[in-house]
Nanobody, 124 residues
């Protein structure tokens, strides 16, 4: 079992920045591909970004490309999501997800483990 714990959410004005963290204590973190998803009220959970086990490959949703950056520190068993130029439409609960894979999964159903989520609210 892999436990994922997100942190770093909060309230920010439009144009501001936040950095989310997802810690995965224990387990073979360096063997997991990691992803971030988000879910706004009344909407489906959607893909935001993913990073391969080595950090060598990343992939982003078009809606966040150029504004968000996913990264990881395997020694700290942590993955990050740096969010810049935030917009009100980025408001959502953000979830960290993990899959034991050498590939780069970008579909929700491909992930095996999920965190509890952290709220991000962007005011206009």
């Amino acid at each position: 079992q892999v436990q994922l714990v997100e942190s770093g959410g909060g309230l920010v004005q439009g144009g501001g920045s936040l950095r989310l963290s997802c810690a995965a204590p224990g387990g073979a973190f360096s063997s997991f591909a990691m992803g971030w998803f988000r879910q706004a009220p009344g909407k489906e959970r959607e893909f935001v970004a993913a990073i391969s086990w080595s950090g060598g490959s990343t992939y982003y949703a078009d809606s966040v490309k150029g504004r968000f950056t996913i990264s990881r520190e395997n020694a700290k068993m942590t993955v990050y999501l740096q969010m810049n130029s935030l917009k009100p439409e980025d408001t959502a609960v953000y979830y960290c997800a993990a899959r034991y894979s050498t590939l780069l999964p970008v579909v929700r159903e491909e992930y095996d483990y999920w965190g509890q989520g952290t709220q991000v609210t962007v005011s206009s």
